[in-house]
């Protein structure tokens, strides 16, 4: 039996499938309208003078989205989450018509900086929760895990926050949360993937410093389950207290041993984590010897096995354009005296680049082994990607990839920072000329088209974009797919 998909992004669009037929450039997908699908959730990032990038500097990193069926009625329902905007519950009613359904359900969220949010039945009742993560600084930063409730008389699934009396009211800034069953106790646990709140100037001895020396303040977290839905602190004792700019986190079986291992995407100088399983409720961090390199501003990550050959393979996001203006404009030339003391610090070979980790299977040693080929295959750039999903998408067996990209703002503009200090903007802030807010607003943006690749052969990816009917220049972050119309 077919597969068809619907893909949906974060904070942009709704896209459903049509069934292909005999009519030559038939598109995969038709894009469904706000006004037809009832689904208008906007992640509107308002700017005033104490609330904007340069008083935060992760102002963009954007929310999220998760799909699954929190009422039971067989339709997979959407969750937004905004950072500046209240979070957006939309019932499935069927046919691609939604209800939005967020003030009843009670999961709109309070002003929290809202960032990623995954969807699991952490209690083993058979119902759905939501884990929505928090960073930010201008608010709590306490993570929230909505319990479900059940749903109410008019059939609407109900929700209470029990992310405190659950041990899992993490403080730490989170971008997302992964669920897996860490200790091999048959109930799954909760790792919490921390982005550390760090100077854009932060030199690579004082980032050696804090990977080598972790706290847990500042570490990435993993919760084990008691097997009731109740949480305790088991981050140290898997070995996995670190230090690290998490953007994503994976969770999969990549050695084919049964367990669940995990990847941690780490931004900026800071190490990816690659942890493997050891069976025992431990994890040993095998990052060097498993691959030659990573991205240097690792972002999203996904796996699959892309060639078919029963060994799971994975992507990671940087943030490099394809356009050789955007490029030039945006992004740092390549620094060989940062390069080499970023490696003798002990944190591997980092390229600026997205990364396609071949799975190429089990050395003798009994450690498997990754080759990148993301530039042989086509996907190393896709400009400032968040998001990345492996799916086959146009059914014929073999996994397509689907890239989010875009920031609201240019932040890394070298014209723009040009302009700041020929202007001495900093002096006119400070003696009350310009305002954050006003300075802000002059920065400059690009809306981008997401990326859609088709895998051509287990090997090569093509952009798609076109010819599937998937367009859409914008901004975009957080990204799911399902099955929406039960087709």
């Known amino acids: 039996m077919k597969r068809y998909i619907t893909l949906l992004i974060g904070i942009v669009s709704i896209f459903s499938c049509e069934e292909k037929t005999t009519v030559q450039n038939q598109k995969i997908f038709e894009a469904i309208s706000s006004e037809n699908s009832n689904v208008d959730f906007s992640n509107d990032l308002i700017v005033n003078d104490s609330i ?3 008083k935060y500097g992760y102002y963009y990193m954007g929310g999220g989205v998760s799909i699954g069926d929190l009422n039971g009625d067989g339709l997979q329902d959407l969750y937004f989450t905004g950072n ?35 969807m699991h039945d952490v209690n083993a009742d058979g119902l759905l929760d939501i884990s929505v ?25 109900t929700f209470q926050d029990e992310a405190e009396s659950r041990g899992v009211a993490d403080e730490g800034l989170t971008i997302q949360t992964t669920f897996f069953d860490a200790d091999q106790d048959g109930d799954i646990d909760m790792y919490v993937a921390n982005y550390q709140q760090t100077s854009f100037g932060t030199l690579i001895p004082e980032y050696k410093e804090k990977v080598d020396n972790p706290k847990w303040e ?18 140290e004792a898997a070995g996995m207290l670190n230090f690290g700019l998490a953007v994503g986190v994976l969770a999969t079986d990549f050695n084919n041993d049964n367990l669940t291992d995990l990847y941690v995407s780490n931004d900026f100088n800071t190490p990816d984590n690659f942890y493997f399983n050891n069976g025992d409720g431990t994890f040993t961090d095998l990052s060097k010897e498993t691959m030659q390199h990573t991205s240097f501003y690792g972002m999203g990550v996904d796996a699959a096995d892309i060639n078919n050959d029963g060994l799971m393979d994975f992507t990671q996001m940087d943030m490099t ?13 390549m620094d060989i005296d940062g390069f080499w003391q970023n ?22 040693d009994g450690k498997p082994f990754f080759s990148d080929v993301a530039k042989m295959s086509g996907i190393d750039k896709t400009d400032w990607s968040w998001a990345c999903l492996f799916a086959d998408y146009d059914n014929d067996g073999l996994n397509d990839l689907y890239v989010t990209n875009g920031t609201r703002r240019d932040i890394n503009n070298k014209d723009f ?7 001495d903007i900093k002096m006119k802030i400070k003696y ?56």
Request: hydrophobic share 35%; aromatic share 14%.
């Open 218 to 235: 500042s570490s990435d977290h993993l919760y084990i389950n008691d097997g009731s839905g109740y949480f305790t602190d088991g981050t």
């Open 52 to 54: 904007n990038f340069f």
């Open 417 to 423: 920072f040009k302009w700041m200090d020929r202007l």
């Open 343 to 364: 490696v003798n610090a002990g944190f591997h070979y980092q390229y600026m680049y997205n990364t396609l980790q071949l799975n190429q299977g089990i050395k003798p």
């Open 133 to 157: 993560s928090v960073a930010g600084i201008w608010a709590s930063t306490k993570n929230i895990l909505y319990i479900n409730q059940g749903v109410n008389e008019q059939g609407i699934p």
């Open 84 to 118: 500046r905007v209240e979070n957006k519950l939309y019932l499935n009613r069927g046919d691609l018509q939604f209800e939005d359904i967020t003030t009843v359900a009670g999961v709109a969220a309070d002003d929290r900086w809202i960032t990623g949010v995954a």
């Open 432 to 487: 009350k000329e310009l305002t954050f807010a006003e300075v802000t607003e002059k920065l400059p943006f690009k809306r981008i088209d997401n990326y859609i690749f088709k895998n051509l052969d287990g090997q090569q990816f093509e952009r798609s974009n076109e010819d599937w009917g998937i367009q859409f220049e914008g901004f975009s972050n957080g990204a799911a797919y399902a099955d929406l119309d039960n087709d």
């Open 321 to 333: 354009p394809a356009d050789n203006f955007r490029s030039k404009a945006n992004m740092a030339s």
